[in-house]
């Protein structure tokens, strides 16, 4: 059985930085990408930034620029740094892990940014 555990949220405000940190507890032999998705109130859940076990990234528009992921492949660990947080940044941040057969979330960490 495998769990996602996120840390790191909280309340901000705007102009301030968060890092979000996501562990996976378990056995994954094997993954195809690490990501960050967020889900604002009354919003469809939405992809803020990916990263492959490779190392290739991909970013939310909103995000480019101020947002950097990374991971450690041999940990399944995976963080998100924010920077110039923005009140539209408020969401409950869930890290995703997938690979062939499986698709792993975590509970979720409220960021509120204020402004």
């Known amino acids: 059985q495998v769990q996602l555990v996120e840390s790191g949220g909280g309340l901000v405000q705007a102009g301030r930085s968060l890092r979000l940190s996501c562990a996976a507890s378990g056995s994954i032999f094997r993954f195809n990408a690490l990501g960050w998705y967020r889900q604002a109130p009354g919003k469809q859940r939405e992809l803020v930034a990916t990263?492959?076990?490779?190392?290739?990234?991909n970013y939310a528009d909103s995000a480019k620029g101020r947002f950097t992921i990374s991971r450690d492949n041999a940990k399944i660990t995976v963080s998100l740094q924010m920077n110039s947080l923005k009140p539209e940044d408020t969401a409950v941040y869930y890290c995703n892990v997938w690979g062939r057969g499986f698709d792993y979330w975590g509970q979720g960490t409220q960021v509120t940014v204020t402004s």
């Open positions: 990263i492959t076990s490779g190392g290739s990234t």
